[in-house]
């Protein structure tokens, strides 16, 4: 193979960059070497330094457009030292080679805390969009369709220019992953998952997430996506319901919890009626027990125990949703997690009305078992705008809570039944047609703990639940290219 690869890898500490280095010049197909930011003098001969800004601002990822002379291009994410496995590059550049992919990625290691574990990724899809997609750390272009791409990349990002450049490739190209390790690279952040799945709605990391936005939204025009604030007008006459309002628990195996998220129901204050519906998915645990005691003093609570054994959390709403006792609006409550106060239905009640939507999704705080704040306190979502929410959803991963629907098209739009993600395929669907209304009130406690479905994932599980949330999206992205299209 005469092809030839340029790399670009950012500095980090001198000892560590060199290890890097070494490692690639080890090739014949390198062509040439950058090192991003940085003014510490390299021992490595023939190296070149680009003092530029990080490696995600617009105006890097055009200068690697404008130094790079050969066919494929090598980018390094990482500052800690690199470690490269047999013949890797050579295997990069013939999979790019032999499938005309634009990005080419592969499975790692990780060395987090001294041990050394395999780290399979995923594989990338239509609906990829959010900018936290895991590609692990060596991305391995085709210069050609780079070079064609950087026209979409805004050099005024600090930020979003990386994520920009992986859009705008993969709305010309396919991406293809390689279920190989091809390399070790050392985890600097070894949090739990439950830990790292709030960063995007760290007030820290706001001007990160307007960039992406910005970036994303654009992508979405671009390929034909993009939908304006042109909304279905809601008239909430539909239907005839016995009260306005309904909340719904499904539960199952919830004993240490399920009694506080009772208790916070029965205890609102509305201005309209409105019942509790529980639908307890076989419990063992004495939950059962539990809602029965409730449900024998006030006659408010519904409680469902369905027939089928083949229910998810989504299956569990939709038995609920369908049944006559439900309300003209649906109000979800996890049966870890409890309402912050004693208006939250009629606050949600009235958010639907005055915004004319047919979801509301509210604000809620961070909590542990004891019901003490924990980091990142209050998640108030403020990421989603009127204008621009629907677009950004798809690059995000969830809405907020508590979540609410206008019933009747809750109903025309079933809930997929699983455990994982069910919600943010649903508010999807709805936004697709119609507003979803917000409120910044902290209404809601979202209490952590190790029980919690995603507090503490193995790296198989969340490969899972992100293919899911990555189809969902996938679905999501063909359907609206289709409405644009009408």
Known sequence: MNEKVTCFIPFGTKEETEITINELIKS???????V???????????INVLTLESLTHGKTIHAIAEKTDSEYVFIYTKTSALTLGQ???????????????????????AIKDGVVENCPVIDYQEGSLRDDFNFGSVLFYDAKVLKEAVKDVDTSFR??????????????????????????????????????IFDYVDPKNRAVQIEMEIACTEHLKRIGAFLAPNFDNVAFDEGDFKVEASVIIPVRDRVKTIEDAIKSVLAQKADVDFNLIIVDNYSTDGTTEIIQKYAAIDNRIIHIIPERKDLGIGGCWNEAVAHESCGKFAIQLDSDDLYA????????????YSQNCAMVVGTYQMVNFALEEIPPGIIDHKEWTPENGRNNALRINGLGAPRAFYTPVLRKNPIPNVNYGEDYA?????????????????????????DNSDASLDIEKMNTHNTYKDRIRTIELKARKLLCKK
């Open 159 to 196: 930020h979003a220019g990386l994520y920009e450049l992986r859009l705008a490739v993969s709305a010309r190209s396919e991406f293809m992953r390689i279920p190989e390790v091809l390399y070790t690279e050392e985890e600097l952040d070894t949090r739990k998952s439950g830990d790292k």
């Open 36 to 46: 991003v930011g940085g003014d510490e003098e390299l021992e490595a001969e023939g």
């Open 87 to 109: 013949l890797a590059l050579d295997r990069f550049l013939k999979v790019a080679k032999d499938t005309n992919s634009g990005l080419v990625y592969s499975n790692y290691r």
């Open 341 to 352: 106060g004693e208006s939250t239905v009629q606050k949600v009640v009235d958010a639907f």
């Open 28 to 34: 014949d197909l390198v062509a040439a070497i950058y």
């Open 426 to 450: 649903l508010g999807l669907a709805i936004s697709r047609n119609y507003q979803i209304g917000r409120i910044y009130d902290s209404i809601y406690m979202c209490r952590r703990w190790d």
